[in-house]
Structure formats: structure tokens, C-alpha cells
């Protein structure tokens, strides 16, 4: 919802310690406003991010995938079993931290 400056302000001194969403719900429903269940948020393990700050940091991965991208960008991409083998290690790569990142944010991989 859009609001000026003078609603929020409003909603601001009105509102208490109930978030603004809560109070209007209170002020249009009043006591027949329904309770709603606190929404289940993951908690973040810190450890495992941490390892991937690590990861990230001890890789090249960015330098290497910018490289490849202007080789590419440029028409100097040389397609050799090297390049391909290189490619294929910074998609690992790329697998490895995204596995990470999911299982340090608690949520369920899409594929």
C-alpha cells in the first residue's frame, strides 16, 4: 500500500508496538481480527556460510568466468580440451557453493 509521508507519520505515533499492518487489521476488524501465525523463518548457519565466504575467497572462480566470458565476447575462445576440462572444474565449482548456500539458508534446492 502507498502511503504519504503525513499516513506513515500517522501510523508511526498510532500504532504502538504493533507493526503498522496489525494495527490497521485491529482498527478495520477490531476484536474479530483473526490471529496470524508467526511465518517460520530459517536461521542461517553461520558456520556454513562461512565456508563459502572461504571458498569463494581461496577461488578465482569470478576472475576465471570474466576471462572466459571476454575470450568468448571477443571470438578468442580457445575450445581446447584444457579450456573444456577448466570450464567444467568452475562449474563444480559453482555447483559446490550453490549447494552450500542452500543448506546454510535452510531452503529446498529448485531442481
Given at each position: ?87 567444467e572444474s568452475a562449474c563444480r565449482e559453482i555447483h559446490t ?15
Amino acid at each position: 500500500m502507498r502511503l504519504t509521508d503525513g499516513e506513515r507519520d500517522f501510523l508511526d505515533q498510532h500504532s504502538g508496538s504493533l507493526s503498522w499492518s496489525g494495527y490497521i487489521r485491529k482498527r478495520v476488524f477490531g476484536e474479530k481480527a483473526e490471529k496470524r501465525r508467526p511465518v517460520k523463518r530459517a536461521v542461517p548457519d553461520t558456520a556454513l556460510l562461512a565456508q563459502v565466504l572461504a571458498e569463494l575467497g581461496a577461488s578465482r572462480l569470478s576472475a576465471n568466468i570474466n576471462q572466459l566470458a571476454k575470450h568468448a565476447n571477443m571470438g578468442t575462445l580457445d575450445v581446447s580440451p584444457e579450456t573444456e576440462r577448466e570450464i567444467e572444474s568452475a562449474c563444480r565449482e559453482i555447483h559446490t557453493l550453490r549447494m552450500l548456500l542452500i543448506a546454510a539458508l535452510g531452503v529446498q534446492p529448485e531442481d
